[in-house]
């Protein structure tokens, strides 16, 4: 075995020269000569380098890339957008773009057209200096597409091309002498001095509106061309001045919704016509007249008339809030009659009675209430079918009791089904002419006018008011029960001017309902209306 050769001893690097070259501390550039030392015969630099780069890869690599960076910036400096946005899709957007615009498709609502697809290109990248030139040659090719359409007669097309224009930011400059040309065109191609002389035959026939020949609709087509024409001006206001004659005259005769269409009609047209303040104040207190004269028809038991007048203030003011609580009563008087007509087991009555109060209101509790008290009915009716000439005296004597004892408690006509009045009328159906029934119905009548002056003098104005409408049920609707009406009507305003002064807004507005049912020509009740209306105004 060869004997081990003798260890070489550790080399420095030495300069040509003879100097020993000593590695700068920090410096990445030099060689790390603490690896393990070559032998005579191995190449030393390739080996070191190897070990070298396995060591600071990384940091080689973060330098290269940043050098890489800073290259790049400095080579290509185009703008950071398309860095971070796909240029792919941005240059698909300007083709299709510019394809839509060679074709003339300059706006589509389906996003197809030139406008759709450069604004959608600027959304992508609001840098892009091209989009929003390509934005400008769409409005310019709009113009020159407006200005070939007005050529050709094509006014619509050509509108619509000069709005796409005023759109898309080209200067006013050139663009309204273009719709000026597009209005003479128009103006030249309708005619308009036929027009003219067309409005005024139409007027001098009496043909003022509904319409497109007659006048008031001709001369607006006019003032649309031509705005500033005086003859189809003056025209217009004289055409609208018999309109509200006619209103006015509607309004004087009844007629409320025609009256109220006539003025709506030329406060459409022209909201600053001289004659309107005082049309709209006509208007103001013919609906409040029948207002009132719903309320005294509904008072005076005439739910007819009273639906009428209530139907005529919702055709005209449909937020009128007293006109739907009208209904609302309206369609209790049917439910109410319905009830009687049941208790006196008049059942197909009751059905028809019925029937108006659910066309009426048809959500209306007293509706729901008066189809059970009809069921109710028809089975006591059943009941009362089956049972002995004994068992019949015995109903009849205890209706008579019940009555009589309604009567003691003061429930004259309330509750509806358990008051002295319907029993009585149970008692009738039975029994009309019993001298027992007979002697109860005349004790009731100065009972129900002792009742409201009770509840009256101690200022129970709900209660007295049942009391009254078993007054009128029983005497019906002569003077004296007008002269209660009227007074219970004067408590019910004080009532309401109180709450109103004591800020309490929903009261009044009751108030003033209950005391417009009671009587619609009451003293005070108008200011008290005015009142509440100005208040509930300032409270919205």
């Known amino acids: 075995m060869n004997p081990r050769p003798p260890a070489t001893p550790e080399l420095a690097p030495v300069h040509p020269g003879g100097a020993r070259i000593e590695p700068a501390a920090g410096d990445w550039t030099a060689l790390d000569f603490d690896a393990p030392r070559r032998t005579s015969d191995t190449p030393a630099a390739p080996a070191a380098l190897r070990l070298w780069l396995a060591r600071h890869w990384l940091r080689i690599a973060l ?155 001709l001369y607006l087509r006019v003032l649309e061309l031509q705005p500033q024409r005086n003859d189809a001006l003056e025209g217009r206001d004289d055409t609208l001045a018999d309109l509200l004659q006619q209103a006015r005259q509607a309004l004087e005769g009844g007629e409320l919704v025609r009256g109220a269409q006539g003025i709506a009609r030329v406060q459409e047209a022209d909201p600053g016509h001289a004659d309107l303040p005082d049309s709209l104040t006509l208007l103001e207190s013919r609906l409040e007249r029948r207002r009132a004269e719903a309320a005294q028809a509904l008072r005076r038991n005439k739910p007819d008339a009273a639906l009428a007048g209530y139907r005529d203030l919702l055709a005209v003011r449909p937020d009128d809030g007293a006109a739907r609580e009208g209904l609302l009563a309206v369609a209790g008087v049917h439910a109410e009659r319905s009830e009687r007509l049941a208790a006196d087991f008049r059942f197909a009555d009751a059905e028809q009675e019925l029937a108006l109060a659910r066309e009426v209101a048809p959500t209306a509790p007293a509706v729901t209430l008066a189809r059970q008290h009809l069921d109710r009915a028809r089975e006591s009716r059943k009941r009362f079918d089956q049972e002995t000439p004994l068992r019949r005296r015995q109903s009849l004597q205890r209706l008579l009791t019940e009555a009589a004892a309604a009567e003691q408690r003061g429930d004259l006509l309330t509750p509806l089904g358990d008051s002295a009045y319907d029993k009585l009328r149970a008692a009738q159906a039975i029994a009309p002419a019993d001298p027992a029934v007979r002697a109860a119905a005349a004790r009731l009548l100065p009972a129900a006018k002792r009742c409201f002056e009770r509840e009256l003098g101690g200022n129970r104005l709900s209660r007295a008011g049942e009391c009254l409408d078993a007054r009128r049920a029983l005497e019906g609707g002569g003077g004296a029960v007008r002269e209660a009406s009227a007074r219970l009507a004067q408590r019910w305003i004080g009532v309401g001017s109180e709450r109103l002064g004591a800020g309490e807004l929903h009261a009044a507005r009751a108030a003033l309902q209950a005391a417009r049912s009671l009587d619609g020509n009451a003293p005070g009740l108008a200011e008290l209306a005015a009142r509440v209306q100005a208040a509930g105004a300032a409270s919205n």
């Open 63 to 217: 330098g290269l890339a940043a050098a890489g960076t800073v290259a790049a910036l400095a080579v290509w400096r185009q703008p950071l957008s398309e860095w971070v946005w796909p240029e792919t899709r941005l240059q698909r957007l300007r083709e299709q773009a510019g394809q839509a615009l060679s074709e003339g498709r300059l706006s589509s609502p389906d996003g197809r057209g030139a406008r759709e697809l450069y604004e959608a290109a600027l959304a992508l990248d609001p840098d892009r200096s091209d989009a929003r030139a390509g934005l400008a040659r769409t409005g310019e090719v709009a113009l020159q597409q407006a200005r070939q359409a007005i050529d050709g007669s094509h006014f619509e097309f050509a509108r619509q091309r000069i709005d796409l224009a005023r759109d898309l930011a080209v200067p006013r400059a050139r663009v309204e002498p273009l719709a000026q040309l597009l209005r003479q065109r128009q103006a030249v191609h309708a005619g308009l001095d036929r027009m003219i002389v067309a409005a005024a035959a139409a007027r001098e026939q009496g043909r003022l509106d509904g319409a497109p020949d007659a006048a008031l609709p």
